[in-house]
């Protein structure tokens, strides 16, 4: 099976990753497409808590009593700031309207259900930058381990052209805490300009898993376990949704031994 899961170029649904399809215990994730005035109806299981990122454009939200107006206006992931999110526990109902063009995450893990809905701000969202020089890439945490949840964590980067990122290669797939945890995680990619790609690699120390893929503007790739780097060739910048769940909700990674020098100096 492919760790790559190539988008649909049209309709409402963009791409879907579920713990069925990918022969996994926690994350699931999928992006979705609306036009101005569109609804669309999300409803998680009774067993997994969601978080609904709005990637771009401006939409109203209805879940679990609230009604949030005006959520989200960038015109795109690489705009230099912070867009809403909204955490909801199990069985909640999302109903999104789209004020304008818009494009939806929703990432989703199991939980019992003891946390309520909740809106959350850009301005809560730590902004960061990791690395020097051509490894330099640029965080958003939109749902870290500090913020409430049972299982999720989400992230945004933005990678430079010409640069790499979750680099040097880390892995998160050992129980060996405080030094590394398990996690499973998705990368939901946007190219800019759209006609570019990125590189990514996920390979394990036995190489059990050793997979390269060129990824295109809206496709997602699976890291079930083993280390897993992205690079961005010259001339096209990348962003990614990373979504992790596991056992734990705790995020700790090991890198690669072979790669670690370059830190190391």
């Known amino acids: 099976m492919s760790l ?7 309709g409402e649904a963009i791409v879907r990753v579920t713990p069925e399809s990918a022969h996994w215990k926690h994350v699931g994730f999928e992006a979705r497409r609306l036009a101005k005035g569109e609804t669309t109806t999300i409803t998680l299981p009774a067993d997994r808590e969601g978080c609904l990122v709005i990637l771009t454009g401006t939409v109203d939200v ?6 949030w107006k005006g959520l989200g206006g960038r015109e795109s992931v690489f705009e230099d700031r912070s867009t809403h999110a909204i955490y909801a526990p199990p069985s909640s109902v999302y109903e999104v309207t789209a004020q304008t063009d818009a494009e939806l995450a929703i990432a989703s893990a199991p939980a019992s259900g003891r946390l309520d809905a909740r809106l959350i701000e850009p301005g809560s969202m730590k902004r960061s ?8 890439r640029y965080v958003c945490d939109v749902l870290p381990e500090t913020e409430q949840a049972e299982s999720l964590l989400v992230v945004e980067v933005l990678t430079p052209a010409g640069h790499s990122s979750s680099y040097p290669p880390h892995k998160h797939d ?10 499973e995680e998705t990368y939901y990619h946007r190219i800019d300009p ?24 809206h496709d997602v790739v699976m890291v079930p376990r083993g280390y897993h780097p992205v690079v961005m060739p010259h001339g096209y910048r990348g962003y990614y949704l990373n979504v992790m769940a596991g056992p734990r ?17």
Request: hydrophobic share 40%; no cysteine; proline share 4%.
């Open 129 to 136: 930058v990791r690395g020097t020089g051509a490894n330099t």
């Open 174 to 183: 050992t129980d060996a805490l405080p030094e590394e945890s398990v996690l």
């Open 4 to 10: 790559l899961v190539k988008a649909a170029a049209q």
């Open 249 to 265: 909700r705790e995020w700790h990674f090991r890198n690669d031994p072979a790669h670690e020098w370059m830190i190391a100096r």
């Open 194 to 217: 759209p006609q570019g790609f990125a590189f990514q690699r996920v390979y394990t120390d036995d190489r059990d898993i050793d997979e390269s893929m060129a990824v295109g503007d």
């Open 62 to 67: 209805l879940v679990a009593g609230h009604d």
